[in-house]
């Protein structure tokens, strides 16, 4: 495997990581958990997204208590 391909690969694993963090999010998992499960901080899990885009998600999810 040359570096450019070894650099697509890792690319491609933080877009899923990405998208498992907007799943976990969406269904309603605390940052405090997913930072947990990642091994990160929350503050490295909030810097991850724009201020705010985790009530976002949950107002798009349709989640009751994010309404409020």
């Given at each position: 495997?040359?570096?450019n391909s ?13 998208l498992?963090i907007?799943q976990a999010?969406?269904?309603?998992c ?6 947990a499960?990642l ?6 899990l909030?810097r991850m997204f724009p201020?705010g ?7 798009i999810?349709?989640?009751p208590?994010?309404?409020?």
């Open positions: 495997m040359d570096k070894g650099n697509e690969v890792v690319e491609e694993l933080r877009s899923v990581k990405m498992l907007l999010l969406a269904i309603g605390q940052q405090k958990h997913i930072a499960a091994c990160v901080s929350e503050a490295t909030s201020k885009f985790a009530k976002e998600i949950a107002k999810a349709g989640r208590e994010a309404r409020a």
